[in-house]
């Protein structure tokens, strides 16, 4: 049984952390309020907001507005954007970037990484964090103002969520991905598959913000999917669920990478649309190849707004997409569907998913990248770390009111500079 002391503890960090979240989506909310939001007392309150305020998480802010009675301005709370940072990672094939985030989610500053040999893990997490460091100098943060980093990766995770188990394109030898990162940056670290990661952003800071059931689908070569049903990630019982494009067609095709014939991704992908246009290169499977097959989807997708055979071909691949999710729809009946990736941002592709999927009775909100702003995987991965760090009570608010406090001592004790 753990000390009562532990408990204490606990109870505290949950406190705060529901605290700061309201605080987040209510900016100045008052003390009043929270107490009654949170079913919190006075006392515990005001030590909570005191925390907050010392640590400078938090500032205060007055209403305009006179209280009814009192002639005095209302004193609220809000998050002070630029009382932290995090940092957002995003390691994919051909999409590797870096993304400096304040506390508030606004993006400080970001920057593209061309790793020199994407298939040596060692030096591709070298040139990412080298990089990382740099947009944090680049930008005049300081380095204890970054309080963690959030992963957004292109492949799977053990059950623990440390471990890299295998991607789709990145062919790097199992390992503790976590660990690596944390002895690179020295920053607290959370990963998370790509699709995911994109997931949870939207439905915390994004299009779907306070919705608890949201399918999304990530189209680009390959197919990728995530769902978050009551407000939970659906992982699965090996945490590699959402591997949608290894679905069965139900006929032979083009051989797909996994090594079957009957995928839905040589139906309704990146792949699929190359082939179809006689672009696909079935020969070695490096990821210069990969880089180079990504290369010309773009510009096929470019090119199919005057080339009617290319865009019947894209329309075709959105159409069996829609097809082949209505099952899945139907199973798990989310209040919002998200198409991003390459695809969805085609306006031909994300119209002809939308249609075969109202054709077939699935009556869902459906949002593409082409109709609205999707989260990148690099800012996705820095809000995952907000939530997941931060706005979490496994946040160390005492360690950063230490710090403040040796702050002081040493200012108090710096000789006057004329």
Known sequence: MPPKSQNVDTMRNFNRASVMKLVLEFSGIDRSRLAVETGLTNATMTRIVQELLG???????????ISQGRGRRRTGLQINAKGGYVLGLSILAFNTSVVLADLSGAMIGSVSVEPSDLSDARRTLDEICAAAEKIVDDHGVQRDQILAAGVAIAGFLDVEGKTWLHSPYLRWPPFDVCKSLEGRLNLPITVENVNRCVAVAETRIGCCAGMTDVFLVRAALGLGAASISNGKVLRGHNNTAGQIGHFPEGR???????GNSDCI????????ILDQLGLRDAAGGGLYMIEDQGSKLLAVLDQAQTDDRIARVIRQAGVALGRHCVTMLRALDPERVLLTGPLGRSAIYGQAFREELFRNGVYAEIITAHDKSISSPAMAASALSLAENVYSPSFDVQKMLKGKSDDARVSEKTPLIL
């Open 55 to 65: 640590s400078g998480l938090v500032t205060e802010t007055t209403d305009q507005k």
């Open 252 to 258: 032979d095709g083009a051989m797909c990478s996994c």
């Open 265 to 272: 991704t040589m139906a309704a992908s990146g792949w699929a």
